[in-house]
C-alpha cells in the first residue's frame, strides 16, 4: 500500500520565481494538508484540501495556493518566491471518515536563493 | 487558539534506558486528539502514539506510552528500553475533535532525542 508521495524531494529556485510541489495522497485517503516546516521548528499548517476546495486555511499570504484533482493528488504553488519561503514542505493525507490522524510523506526541500 | 508547547529542546538517553519527553497544550475544546510524531533525518513524519481526550486510559504502543493529564493539560510521551532506532526530532501535536471544528495539526517545536549507545 504506497503512502504519501511527494515530487519532488528538492528543489533550488531563485527569488520572484514560483514553484509548484506536488502530492499523491495515501490510497483511501480523500483530504489533503499541506504544512510548512522552517528549519529547527515544528511544521506550520497552510491549508487543506477536501473535494477538490480549499476547506481551512492557516496564516499564509495569497502567494501560496493549491488545488486538488478528482483522483485526490494536490499541487502547492507559491509565487513570487521569498528567501523566507526556504524550508521543509510536508504533505499529509487524512479521511474524512476517520478524523484521529494523519500520514505524512517525506517532504519536499525547498531552497530559495 | 491552541497552542502546544515542548519545553526540552534536546534530550538523550542511554541505549536500554527510559526516558520521558514533556508536552503541554492549552485549548478551551473538551473533545480533542493528541499526538506524538517522530521525525528520523528521512525528513517523513511518522506516527507514534495517539490519545482520544475523552479516553482516560493513557495510551501505550509496545515501548511507547503517555501520561495524559487532561486537567493539568499535559501529555508526556514515555520511552522504554530506548533503542539506537529512536533517535529522531519528537513533536506533539494537537487536533480538534469537535465535529465542524478545526482540522489542522498544531505541533509544538520539538525535542530532538539522542540515543548514546
Known sequence: DAGVTQSPTH?????????????SPKSGH???????????????????????????????????????????????NVNALLLGDSALYLCASSSKRDRRGYTFGSGTRLTVV | AQTVTQSQPEMSV????????????????????????????????ILVIRQE???????????????????AKS??????????????MYFCAYRSGSQGGSEKLVFGKGTKLTVNP
Not at chain 1, 528543489?11 to 502530492?23: A, M, Y
Request: aromatic fraction near 16%; proline fraction near 4%; hydrophobic fraction near 25%.
Open chain 2, 75 to 88: 501529555f508526556s510521551l514515555k520511552i522504554s528500553d530506548s533503542q539506537l532506532g529512536d533517535a529522531a
Open chain 2, 53 to 71: 481526550a475523552y479516553k482516560q486510559q493513557n495510551a501505550t504502543e509496545n515501548r511507547f506510552s503517555v501520561n495524559f493529564q487532561k486537567a
Open chain 1, 30 to 76: 480523500d483530504t489533503v494538508s499541506w504544512y510548512q516546516q522552517a528549519l529547527g521548528q515544528g511544521p506550520q499548517f497552510i491549508f487543506q484540501y477536501y473535494e477538490e476546495e480549499e476547506r481551512q486555511r492557516g496564516n499564509f499570504p495569497d502567494r501560496f495556493s493549491g488545488h486538488q484533482f478528482p483522483n485526490y493528488s494536490s499541487e502547492l
Open chain 1, 11 to 23: 528543489l533550488i529556485k531563485t527569488r520572484g520565481q514560483q514553484v509548484t510541489l506536488r502530492c
Open chain 2, 14 to 45: 542511554q541505549e536500554a534506558e527510559t526516558v520521558t519527553l514533556s508536552c503541554t497544550y492549552d485549548t478551551s475544546e473538551s473533545d480533542y486528539y493528541l499526538f506524538w510524531y517522530k521525525q528520523p533525518p528521512s525528513r517523513q513524519m
